[in-house]
């Protein structure tokens, strides 16, 4: 099952340029999405680097996970200390940034594709990426 890397996450807003792609992915693997809870860390850090406030944060999780919901996105649970070694053993090997590395890490922990337009997964053999943009 395809794991969606964070860059989906922000597409879901209406007013992200990638909107009408993230909703036909929704609707192509509807019941077959996995996010992993490193997904979910980067899009609450990036958010907070943004400046926005708890309660927004708040209410853009809840909005995610009304769509988990209608979606049938399976929240996955990976942060142990065999995904950290995974993690760094990336970072090292392909020089991926530090939270590429951690979404690699989880994706081959519960799978092996990854949907991002991302091309540093593109590094890693045992990772296939389906692009999120044609």
Known sequence: MP????EFLFALSPHNPK?????????KYMGKLLVPDTVLFEFLIVLRSYGRSSQDIRDALK?????????SIKEMYTINTHLLIIHIDLMEKYGLPFFDSLIAASTLIIGDEIISDDRDFDKIPDLKRIPLTP
């Open 63 to 71: 909005a995610l996970r009304k769509i988990f919901s209608i979606y």
């Open 19 to 27: 909107h009408k792609y993230a909703l036909n992915i929704l609707e």
């Open 3 to 6: 794991v969606i890397d964070t």
